[in-house]
Each structure stands twice: as C-alpha cells, then as structure tokens.
C-alpha cells in the first residue's frame, strides 16, 4: 500500500529509492508540523492521508525524527491514534510528549503501556493532566520512586481511598512523598481558582517563583534561542543590559515598551518585559513567538498592559510573521474580553500544567 501511494505531501514510493532515507528526517519534521497546523481543519481523508504517510517515516526515520514527530501531535486533538499509540510504546524520548500530554491515548492504552514498558514511560504517564482511579491505582501498584512521588504531586490524578492510603503510608518513611502529598494540595486549591477566580488566593501571584518552577520541567533544548529559527538573530545579551539601564533610571515601563514595539525591537520588548515580570527572557521569547498566544495573554493581562500596548506586540518580532491581521484582531479582542482574574487563575496553573512553547 505505502509503496503504490502517492500524495500532494510526499511520493512514498520515492522513499523507497536508493537516496530516500536521506530525505526522510526533513520530511517527518516538516509533515508533522504541518499537520500540527493544520489538523483542526483536516477532512477525514486528509488526516487518513496524514496518517499514512507519518507512518510510513516512523518506519524509517530514526528516534530523533519520530521524537520531533511525537513532540509535534502530542497536543493535538485530532493526531491520528494509531501513530500516536504506536508513539507510546516506543522509547522512552519518542514516547515522552505523548505519554504526558496526548489527549488521544485511552486508559487502556495506558494500562498496556504500564504493563509492557519500564519505569520511565510510567513516569511519564503520571505527569499526565487527568488520570483516572484505574491507572492511578496501576501505577501505585507497580511503580516506586520518581513515578510515585509525581504521581503524589499530580493534583489532577483521581486517586482512590486506598491508593491514596498507600501514599499516606509511604509518605510515613519518606520525606519526598510527603512533600508531594502537600505540594498535591495546593495544586488542588490552585485548580480551585478556575472556579473561583475572585478568591483571595489570586491575589497572592508570584510570578518569579512560578516560572522557576516551570523552568525546572523545560528541557534545557527548547530554552536555546539558537535553534529556533524565529530568535536566533535576535542579540538578546545586549537588550537585557539596556533594559536593566533603563530600570535603573525607573524609566522601564509601558511608555519604552511601546516604543520599542513600535519599532519592531523585538528583543529590547522581550528584555524588557522579563525584567518586569521577574521571568526569564529566555522562556519569555520562546512564548511570544509561539502561536499559543492566550497563554502570555493572561500575562499581559497580569500585568495589566493596555489594550493599545498588546496591539503592538502582535505586530512585533515573530508574530508579525506568524500572525495575520484577522488573527491580531480576533486575540485583540479575546484580550480585551479577559478579565484580570481570570487571567490570575490561569496563570497560578502554569506551574501544574506547564505552558506550551513551539
């Protein structure tokens, strides 16, 4: 079948050639972040051609290609199960993103991959969002260390009464245990906020200590602006030490943002905004050039940034590549609708959920 198919994305025949896997790599990575793209939008005969064509590379790219594949699909909702099943089973870098964040797998999947795979797909199993009572109690059955103590920690984990007992137990004789027990609670009052945004609670927003936090789950790749082609030219060493000029004199506010948006200057924005907020700048550029573009909203909002101020930004740096003037539109609007509660809620969660960085 893959040999006799051939499509508007890639001829799976010429892979079969002598030079084929040569190019495999390059297509797997630019297949499958097209199709992260596009997925929402994808006819069922689209996602089926998708589908058959990225599991055709997966047979032939090595564990580099397939993890830039997982990583990819892992938050999409429409990633084609089969691929993103067969994901879950493979090594542990290859099944990492899909374990923890694919809404796609089901509980029997992951029951199966606890079952047939080691300790280091279980640990990525616990970091998962949701997990229900019947993987929960699996993986308390069977796994130890690490696993447990993020399991321990996962405040959306439904845990039964017994399973929760057998933390209790542990956490008893061990302090890390015990100290995700407690870490499990505020997660829970955290989560309470979505419900709640008016509570007290989301006063009490450090922003400095939840991005360092964050920061710990980032892989340490993704923080290296030199490999992303959206803010590789940017010389960001240079606008944080005019930045931290500027706040010296108390003349870094919305006023040099704004001029600085204004004539594209990307990096002094950055730099300038991170020394604000207390967050790294690093983590910072890699959020305003993404196209998940709510989650630094609710900074933004936060930080309560005028509406003319989160215009600019849009058309600045990456966005103004990546963003069309309908799509500035429309996020300007979604700003000017959010509530700076809300966006307190959202933000406390970012140290359980993680943010979303391209």
């Known amino acids: 079948m893959y040999a006799a198919l051939k499509t508007e994305l890639v001829d799976l025949k010429s892979l079969d050639d002598e030079n084929g896997h040569g190019k495999s790599d390059e297509l797997v990575r630019h297949v499958s972040s097209l199709f992260a793209l596009t997925s929402e939008h994808c006819t069922d005969e689209q996602l089926y051609t998708y589908d058959v064509v990225l599991q055709r590379l997966a047979d032939i790219v090595d564990v580099s290609g397939r993890a830039y594949a997982s990583e990819k699909l892992s938050s999409l909702q429409r990633a084609p199960y089969a691929l993103i099943r067969r994901f879950a089973f493979d090594v542990i870098k290859v099944a990492g993103p899909v374990l923890r964040k694919s809404p796609v797998l089901s509980d029997q999947d992951l029951l199966d991959v606890s079952d047939e795979r080691g300790a280091d797909h279980m640990l990525a199993i616990s970091c998962r969002k949701d997990l229900s009572v019947a993987v929960t109690d699996l993986l308390i059955h069977y796994a130890h260390g690490p696993v447990l103590m993020q399991l321990a920690a996962n405040g959306r984990a439904?845990?039964?009464?017994?399973?929760?007992?057998?933390?209790?137990?542990?956490?008893?004789?061990?302090?890390?245990?015990?100290?995700?027990?407690?870490?499990?609670?505020?997660?829970?009052?955290?989560?309470?906020?979505?419900?709640?945004?008016?509570?007290?609670?989301?006063?009490?927003?450090?922003?400095?200590?939840?991005?360092?936090?964050?920061?710990?789950?980032?892989?340490?790749?993704?923080?290296?602006?030199?490999?992303?082609?959206?803010?590789?030219?940017?010389?960001?060493?240079?606008?944080?030490?005019?930045?931290?000029?500027?706040?010296?004199?108390?003349?870094?506010?919305?006023?040099?943002?704004?001029?600085?948006?204004?004539?594209?200057?990307?990096?002094?924005?950055?730099?300038?905004?991170?020394?604000?907020?207390?967050?790294?700048?690093?983590?910072?550029?890699?959020?305003?050039?993404?196209?998940?573009?709510?989650?630094?909203?609710?900074?933004?909002?936060?930080?309560?940034?005028?509406?003319?101020?989160?215009?600019?930004?849009?058309?600045?740096?990456?966005?103004?590549?990546?963003?069309?003037?309908?799509?500035?539109?429309?996020?300007?609007?979604?700003?000017?609708?959010?509530?700076?509660?809300?966006?307190?809620?959202?933000?406390?969660?970012?140290?359980?959920d993680g943010i979303i960085l391209d």
């Open 158 to 352: 439904q845990i039964s009464p017994k399973g929760m007992q057998v933390l209790q137990h542990l956490a008893a004789n061990d302090v890390q245990i015990a100290q995700s027990l407690q870490q499990r609670q505020s997660q829970k009052e955290r989560l309470h906020l979505v419900k709640n945004p008016g509570s007290p609670l989301a006063k009490e927003l450090n922003l400095s200590e939840i991005m360092r936090d964050l920061e710990t789950q980032i892989p340490a790749e993704k923080l290296d602006l030199s490999r992303n082609p959206y803010l590789a030219r940017y010389k960001f060493e240079a606008s944080a030490k005019r930045a931290q000029d500027l706040q010296k004199k108390s003349r870094l506010n919305e006023t040099s943002l704004l001029r600085y948006a204004g004539h594209d200057q990307f990096a002094d924005v950055i730099c300038g905004i991170a020394l604000m907020s207390g967050i790294s700048y690093k983590i910072l550029a890699c959020m305003m050039s993404s196209l998940h573009w709510e989650q630094v909203l609710c900074l933004f909002k936060v930080m309560r940034f005028s509406d003319r101020l989160v215009s600019e930004l849009l058309c600045c740096g990456p966005w103004k590549l990546r963003l069309s003037r309908n799509q500035c539109i429309a996020i300007l609007k979604h700003y000017r609708q959010m509530s700076v509660e809300q966006a307190h809620a959202k933000v406390l969660l970012w140290s359980r």
